[in-house]
């Protein structure tokens, strides 16, 4: 038995690229719940409720689909960093990270109704900014969205200019843990094809 049709919980151009360059085909349905922010979770609590959420909110519209939810955030010193407010919370969240190491960890929840199988891990990155100065963080900020990134930061995005290591899955920081993805989907649902 093989995979059957993919769906991909969530609009996220990212993740739309990581699994198109990893050769899959897949249909893109977005949740519309409202993500957790529960300052009292771990990091890997509210990355894996979200994306349980997400996925069990769109398999139920596709129950015979192999549904991917996922959710990413970034965490300096125990609190998360989500999308920022506004330029200026962005300005806020990238002099926080300058010099510092934070991780980055994605809830991948995979679910089918029909038959009932589900699957859920949390990947968990390490980064490391470099030590840059406020003309660097406008540089980023002019030529980067940053408003719909968490950290106000994108690794594939002029990343040069803030990060000065990664410490385990690079496509993890992107959104998206893809090889621990795909042994998920092929172990727990059947051959990718």
Known sequence: ?????LVLASSS???????????LDFLSD????????????DLATLVTTNARAKALEVAARHPHAVVLGADTLVWLEGRALGKPRDKADAHRMLRA????????????????????RQAEFHEITRVRFRVYDDRVI????E?????DKAGAYALQERGELLVESVEGSRSNVIGLPVERTLAALKHHFGPLR
Do not use: C, F
């Open 1 to 5: 038995m093989s995979l059957g049709p």
């Open 13 to 23: 151009p990212r993740r739309k690229e990581l699994l198109q360059a990893a050769g």
């Open 30 to 41: 977005p949740a519309t719940g409202l993500e957790i922010h529960d300052p009292s979770l």
């Open 97 to 116: 990270l300058s010099g510092r190491v934070h991780e980055v960890a994605t809830g991948v929840h995979l679910a089918q109704m029909e038959p009932r």
């Open 138 to 141: 406008e540089e980023y900020t």
């Open 143 to 147: 030529t980067v969205e940053v408003m």
